[in-house]
């Protein structure tokens, strides 16, 4: 099935990896579209690394075929034998369980193996996978399954970071390059106007049912919230909107913000969004498009937790929780701007927004929500090295929701949780706002 | 009334201030008991500032006293005039309405004003207060007793921070300075054995109903919550498990903690609690009371986040939710180790501990939650300056609860909201475990 | 004698302790002075540490005790018994061979022993040596005599280090605290104009002799040095010249400063000397008589090495070395404004200048010179503890010479070497300019 | 001339840019000898910075090409046209005086340029400088002759640190990746004793004499010293005679420690040189030739100015200054292990010592001197922003003579003054002894 097709089709569940034959499928799709988002690159991009949160490409593309060597070859194929003994060192990543690892921030360090040999590594590995996958039996595939599946959404969550690690360290070049010359979209006619979606009082059940389709621990489990009534914004904040709070003084009233983070604008020196600079008297921004005039109706991005709460002080409401939007997500078809559609940066609500349920609630930006990354009632980690994934994060990060323009639209759900701290802004991070109805 | 008197009558509603006179009352009692736990001090001891999260004693004691004076003399008070002018600016803390104010880690460079001038500043304070008190109508006065009680309750938050930031002082002299020399309690026989204590799943109310007695905006409005089922501990942990857990490897065991947890551990070499040091081959502790051996029957106390966390991991239970502390709080007597028993430091638990409620919900040490310090849904800020007292904490803080032995019974509620850092040891900082029961 | 026939006396030869009775005098008289220093502090002045580099005032009394104590009365004085056998730990300052020392960047963290210990430390002290200097024989007064001086130069040291530091602690309050109200004497008339004085290109000898007079290992060995033919600006460079340099915009002009100069300059934030601040449009300062504009005919001070080669640069010059400095300064009086004028503050330089030779060698400022600390050829420190004293410093320290308003008449000597970090500007630091004559 | 004729004809002298033929040839050479030391690099080795004082090989290759374009080609060739205008920024590295510059420890985040494009700026600017040098008269090459002279020194040195930080950065790859396999020269036999050689005392002459060859303003004026009687030692310290000191715990006595490189050395846990680390027991290294147990016969290598001066305590003689250095060497001939040896790597010495003069003086390591970096008597900084070149370091670095096996030997000279700061390691630094004769 072609990315294409994906889209077409639309929603997760279509990816089931109900066998073997879509098992392999589904791996040669996943595998087939981190090279594609890798075909505009030289070697150069490859290697560096711009910051210690971020990761060279090239460790992208090699941690995630770790993860299958490590995970699935080196546990279950007894024939397997690793292309260099030293990779597992190289490209593991927080994994104790799973053995010492290289230290995060001097991945950028590593010249060798090259690319040529990176990409040698990933082709090992998807040989052996492949070979090893056509020869299971089907009890064999059932025990299997559920690694597999946690490896290609392991391998979906590092095309994201790829493209923003990306966009990060091209931010840095004053030439300006451009990543892909795809034109940004563009709005016809205004964006339709925010409006109020309310919501019931009620005790609502939240959280992944923990069966069916794929889903992280950290997704269940599904257990029950009383919720106070509620309204959510009908769309994202644009552009616009959030210069109009720029432009108000935003940055320059500290009763708006949390005070940890007028502490952190004043530090760094926040103005505006990440990657927003003005030239000729007028905003412009980095994308992975080039350098580009910012679009006011486009939803804004890059803003950190403490940049949305303080905006939505300003506006007179707040961040929903994580709750609240689970709530009102659950209901919606899974559409919107994913990296699928080649834009790689968020685009403008076009149309009249439906009055009755709101807009953009996937793809474009991440949304922050004001709920704490924690555990949910009941949680329990998965067993072993797996287990590492999401719990041991679960302090000082917020939660977001419903995936961005640098996300797979296969790899979203409602019930879907990333987390960051409260000063990450290099991810497309947006917001929505929400009030009380009490 | 004496402070032994207010021991006795317990809870803080006796405090509530229906008239001028028990006003005034109040007022002398609160600030007269500054004045006791400033007794056994020496003019060098008011001086110093061991950290940029501690403050002078010399400054705390003024910095309430500024309180007085910028919400209510300067505000209310037309014949008042300040003994100086540059004080405010001196003592003001994180309060920006009510003007610029002196950095935060510069306060122990300031050597003056004196302690006997920061002493004539309270009597003057003082004068002008009791002046003021006897002088309102029965009108003015309904308009000014919030302000008042707000004014009390911060100076009695203070009071704990005196002796926290002093005990974290003395902590660097190699001369084991004494406080006060009075005997830390001990137990008598063992103690009582770890149960577990069910609670039902349902919908609760939490939070403070909004009248009658003081509270503060963060622990408001009113609101439902539902509750899986879960079961608390019905106890402390003490020391002596604390040990076990220390023994165990409990440090060295990465998969134990949050991945935060762990690197803050390892840079900051913790491998006991704050104030624990070997002597002799025995655990021994910095206390108030000076050098001694650590009372194993204690509850354990001055654990980050962090710890209590990991230990709670490593006994195969979890921290409790502010929710869940808080619905098992409300039912019980507001009694425990409290400042007014004038140990300063947590005591065992004796006697033997009721199957049906859990023991020591209040005072020798704050419980760390799991809950993120978070606005309940329909918080709104205190209107003024008086509103920067809670809301702009709300990031990256967690919620303990049940007061310490440094916390004045008359201070402390079921509602009560404290809330720091995960990082954070300094304050008397314990905690009880919980279960899902699911 | 009295200070003041210190100062009719003049220079340090007077001082030579070349008998017990001498040295008892001796002994009193430089006790005394810190005591005389130490008369307008209340006690909360002496417990503040406003920066790592700087030290409590309660330090330094008891430090300079206890090197008498551990270097003499520990180690001749059979009857000794220590006051707190913990002051040796708490006191020791750098002296490895001394033992364990308490942490630096600590000092400020204790508030016992309290100032009144302190100062009884100090009289157990004094009133052992006196009795031990007062019993000795000749013989062992001769193998005394040198450490009794090194013991009493460390006091002084140590007493000019009280007022810097002191200046710096009061610096922070916005109260502006005044050391002594004595006012700093203004000039009659102009300052006399700037004057190159030359010397002959030739042999020198530079260096203490190694005889007579105390002095320090670090100015010997004498030893030849060639100087090819220079000048020597005839008096320190004034407020009123170094303004004109920054008014010529000498903090903008990056290619006047050594690279690292220029950014610390920046990191820093540096547009003037230390302590300046407009008022109302006028340049004032922070001094030990107060907040004062700025006398633009006294020699600017508080500047670091990196701003006075940047000035010198700026004005044609370079700054001297320090042979330069030690042949120009050897044949004339040491005569200036040092502590004992109790101004605490550098002076304007009245009357005419000599055509022939340079003014203001002595007092007012330590002069910046271009030489690094490095050891003279054959240079040997003095052996055990005593030889910590000096040599183990001398990397990255530039030389200062000829003493400042602070230092004590009897400390100086045309070959006294004291040494500070580029970046220093808490002492009494000016300059004079030197050029090339070929 | 090919580089191996340089190594038998020996002397900077015999590169003379006499005239344009001879210019041409020498500019070739220059480049070529870049092209040839890069090799054996694969694409992604030139894209890594591994620290902040390191670059990018891309970045070296660059910026010496811009030093030509900017210097040169914009300033003389009306013709000229550059490749791109964002170049200069990107490679322009201090000089204030040529424009902005692209902040230094960001050169490793920088993809684009690629490596291709770097190259093509390399031939772009290669066609435009012969070309333009071809076309030049007489009186045009005589004014320009100094400039293209600096440009290759200044390429020479960019080699120098080409390899340098090369080193460092394959140092981080657990890979342990080979530059060149050539093997690393051994010993035959002994190392011949270590004898002092006695210098006499007298005025000399130091410096360069400002004529003939070519030089950096930083080399003179030539002037007189005095220098007491010294001796220098007859060769280098090796490997086995450092590890002596290591094994004597040299790494564990303070008081052999400069104060400030003492708490270097406990900071960075320094307890043998750089690139040093047992394996099986035994002491190995990494080189330019792979990891490699240590040759105990070989100069040690990458010890800080800290440890070499520690070394030379501990030994009971001192590190010579850089007059003395300059004396012995100047007499001697400039031969030695440098880059066109193609060892990249010190080697031992061989033979026996000659009894009358030092070896080892040229090639192998720099050699650290006691002498911090000043400027001489009379010096003036070239003119322009060719002026920046040297002067504006000169503080708290100290000088090292005599160049490495990573410097050319046409770049060397007895006058040759190469300073780092103290703490540096990650050059080819090497120490003699030195000690008085007094």
Request: glycine letters at 8%; aromatic letters at 14%; charged letters at 20%.
């Amino acid at each position: 099935m072609s990315i294409g097709e994906m889209m077409a089709v639309g929603g997760s569940k279509a990816f089931a990896l109900t066998d073997i034959g879509t098992g392999i499928e589904r791996y040669k799709a996943v595998r087939a579209f981190t090279d594609k988002l890798c075909a505009p690159l030289t070697i150069e991009d490859y290697v560096v690394q711009s910051m210690p949160d971020a990761s060279p490409i090239k460790w992208h593309i090699s941690h995630v075929s770790w993860f299958f060597e490590t995970f699935i070859l080196a546990e279950k194929d007894k024939s397997y034998e690793p292309i260099d003994n030293q990779y597992a060192y190289l490209f593991n990543s927080y994994y104790v369980s799973a053995g010492e690892r290289y230290t995060r921030a001097d991945r950028g360090k590593i010249s060798r193996p090259t690319v040529a040999e990176a990409k040698e590594y990933r082709a090992h590995v998807d040989r052996h996978m492949l070979n090893f996958l056509e020869g299971l039996s089907e009890a064999e595939w059932a025990e299997l399954q559920p690694l597999l599946d946690i490896g290609l959404h392991h391998e979906q969550q590092h095309q994201e970071l790829m493209m923003t690690d990306l966009k990060h360290m091209l931010s840095f070049n004053p030439l300006h390059p451009v990543y892909v010359e795809a034109p940004v979209k563009g709005s016809n006619g205004g964006v339709p106007a925010h409006e109020w979606i309310a919501y019931d009082e009620g005790i609502y059940e939240i959280g992944h049912k923990g069966e069916g389709d794929f889903f992280y621990d950290n997704e269940g489990p599904r257990h029950r919230v009383f919720l106070e009534p509620f309204a959510l914004g009908s769309r994202l904040i644009t552009n616009g909107e959030y210069l109009e709070f720029m432009e108000d003084g935003g940055y320059e009233k500290q009763l708006l913000w949390l005070s940890e983070g007028w502490y952190m604008a004043q530090n760094e020196g926040w103005q505006a969004p990440m990657y927003w600079a003005k030239e000729n008297g007028r905003w412009h921004q980095h994308t992975l498009n080039g350098w580009r005039e910012v679009d006011m109706k486009a939803p804004v991005s890059h803003v950190s937790y403490f940049e949305a709460d303080a905006y939505a002080r300003w506006a007179g409401g707040r961040l929903p929780t994580e709750a609240e939007w689970e709530v009102a997500a659950t209901p919606l078809p899974i559409r919107g701007n994913f990296v699928e559609s080649g834009h790689y940066h968020p685009v403008p609500l076009s149309g009249e927004a439906a009055k009755d349920k709101p807009a953009q609630m996937y793809g474009d930006v991440w949304e922050w929500t004001q709920s704490h990354y924690s555990p949910y009632p009941g949680y329990q980690p998965a067993p072993g090295a797996i287990g590492e994934y999401n719990g041991k994060f679960m302090s000082n990060q917020f939660v977001l929701r419903g995936g961005s323009c640098a996300t797979s639209l296969t790899h979203i759900r409602p019930t879907y949780r990333n987390f960051f701290p409260t000063s990450a802004r290099w991810q497309f991070m947006g917001f929505r706002l929400a009030k009380d109805l009490r």
